[in-house]
């Protein structure tokens, strides 16, 4: 939350202390599978979530694709199938990410690890898929990326090789390196606050985007359900639909 003084902003960690800095001209935002629970996509660590039904090596690594790639196909398609059906729809923090970003007049940059399509529907246009997207499939001769609507199997043919066998999902698996990462981490280096949106901070290198945000000493806050046991500048806890339209706001008056 700022308070406009002359020259100055003042910030509020946790509502405990407030330390001045000067109005924000760069931002970063990571969001995670939390941003999207309540527009009804399981995150994958809650009791009830994908991991529960679906272990991570066979669903989330290359050698479970190896193995079993028609259970694969499977998973994704499931995935992809629920976030193309109608009761799948933006809430209000994907909203809020989208309205600040219109607005803001310094630079902003959406880092997203999450695979569904919430941010670009709800109006964000500076988003990066750090760990691919549902809606996308990729030809594993000549790494050509492609728009997937449809379900996927071992005989949908490569519209590049128009051989079966040779596409998978555009998703970055355990094991894998994870896009965009030079762009996240000059963004990251170069922002004056950063803010994590509901993410466990389990998976690497997301996890640790709040110290190297720091190296500049940028802001970083937490935005989340719960505490994740980070240690960030600032924690704000509850459901995102709540919480980050608030901060958003705060941060535009
Ligand atoms: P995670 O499942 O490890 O953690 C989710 C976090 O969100 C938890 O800390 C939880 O407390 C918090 N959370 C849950 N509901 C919330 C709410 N309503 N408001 C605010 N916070 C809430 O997810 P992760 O850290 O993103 O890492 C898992 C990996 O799996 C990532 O790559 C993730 O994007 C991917 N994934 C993506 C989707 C998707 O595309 N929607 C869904 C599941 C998993």
Partial sequence: MFFKLPCLYYVF????NIRPMEKPSSIVVLTGAGISAESGIETFRAADGLWANHPVDEVATPEGFARNPQLVYEFYNQRREQVLSDDINPNAAHTALAKFEHEFE???LLVTQNIDNLHERAGSRNVLHMHGELLK???LNSQMVFDIRESLNFDTQCQCCRSPGNLRPHVVWFGEMPFHMNQINMALEACDIFVAIGTSGNVYPA???YQTAK???AHTV???LE???SSFDAHVYGQATEVVPRY???LLT
Avoid: K, Q, V
């Avoid at 960690?13 to 405990?16: E, H, P, Y």
């Fill in 13 to 16: 960690d946790s509502f405990a």
């Fill in 137 to 139: 499939m990729r030809c």
């Fill in 222 to 224: 937490e935005l989340n």
């Fill in 106 to 108: 310094g630079n902003f």
């Fill in 248 to 250: 958003f706001e705060g």
């Fill in 227 to 229: 505490e994740t046991g």
């Fill in 215 to 217: 190296i500049r000493r």
């Fill in 207 to 209: 996890s640790s985007f």
